[in-house]
């Protein structure tokens, strides 16, 4: 199946070829394409650019500033909140530098403030005493699986904790569930869950999602899960294996709904495709 979008709509560089695309797979690709295959198409394939949202540059500022907490436990070092705060300051700076965001009047600063808030709320709050040593954080991690047919599955994982207990962090604007939490991240607990075991020979611990929760009164929420069942991995691989011939196929049939159609950057595009 050939998929086009209207020229007069925006202009298009040089499709990546179906090889190239198989070449990799990630648990956020995989969740992208059973969520909608031609988003899928238009973000990996087509690679439109799109201007980065407010809501995602902060959510990376306040993953960034975690990982300099993590990594400071993982070095041994004295954690200072003021040196922390200021790095936070900078990268907030440098990082718009590199890819800007458009800010509505007063977002910005405001934002900045309730990163930090967030931030220090999740140190009162989190489980992770400081002294406690992390076994790796930010670890980039990769499987071959070729020998099952699929791609080279590849990851990062936030944390690991002692016990080879694997975190995963995520801001959110709303309260999250045990129930709803489980279904829309097993995905990527499971692809956590393999790419650890691949590189250590070992199960792991136990996954944990770190939810900080930007509220009026911000906090904290912690989902945790027991090591992935064989279930779940052979689940995992089927979903694997509809991506690989999804995409052979060349499937990138849109799935429109209310809710993923609301806020899709490629909401023009969809509207041109043929």
């Known amino acids: 199946m050939i998929a086009s979008v209207d020229s007069s709509v925006t202009s298009l560089p040089l499709a990546k070829p179906v090889d190239e695309v198989l070449k990799t ?9 059973h969520q909608c295959r031609l988003k899928f198409y238009f973000r990996y394939v087509l ?7 407010s809501a995602l540059f902060f959510g990376s500022m306040v993953h960034s500033v975690l990982q300099s907490w993590n990594l400071t436990r993982w070095r041994i070092g004295q954690v200072d909140q003021d040196a922390l705060k200021q790095k936070l300051e900078s990268e907030w700076i440098q990082d718009q530098k590199k890819q800007p965001v458009t800010w509505e009047a007063g977002e910005e600063q405001k934002a900045k403030a309730d990163s930090w808030s967030l931030f220090e709320t999740y140190l009162q709050q989190t489980p992770i005493t400081l002294d406690e040593r ?10 071959d699986l070729t020998n099952r047919g699929l791609p080279r599955l590849i990851g990062i ?8 207990r694997i975190v ?10 045990r129930e709803k939490v489980e279904h829309m991240h097993e995905v990527q607990l499971s692809c956590y869950s393999l790419l650890y075991r691949a590189s250590t020979g ?9 939810h900080l929760v930007k509220l009026k009164t911000p906090k904290v929420v912690i989902t945790e899960f027991p090591p992935m069942t064989q279930q779940q991995e052979i689940k995992l691989f089927r979903i694997m294996e509809s991506y690989v011939n999804g995409i052979q196929n060349e499937d990138w ?8 159609c609301a806020c899709c ?5 969809c509207r041109n495709w043929s």
């Open 157 to 164: 994982l936030d944390l690991v904790r002692k016990g080879g």
């Open 47 to 53: 690679r439109l650019a799109k201007p980065r949202t």
């Open 202 to 210: 070992r199960t792991e611990g136990g996954r944990e999602l770190h």
């Open 265 to 269: 950057e490629f909401f023009k595009e």
């Open 253 to 260: 049939i849109p799935s429109p709904s209310p809710m993923s």
């Open 25 to 33: 797979v990630s648990a956020s690709r995989l969740q992208l394409f």
């Open 134 to 143: 992390p076994e790796g954080v930010e670890v980039s991690l990769e499987v």
């Open 168 to 177: 995963d962090f995520k801001t959110a604007s709303t309260t999250p569930t």
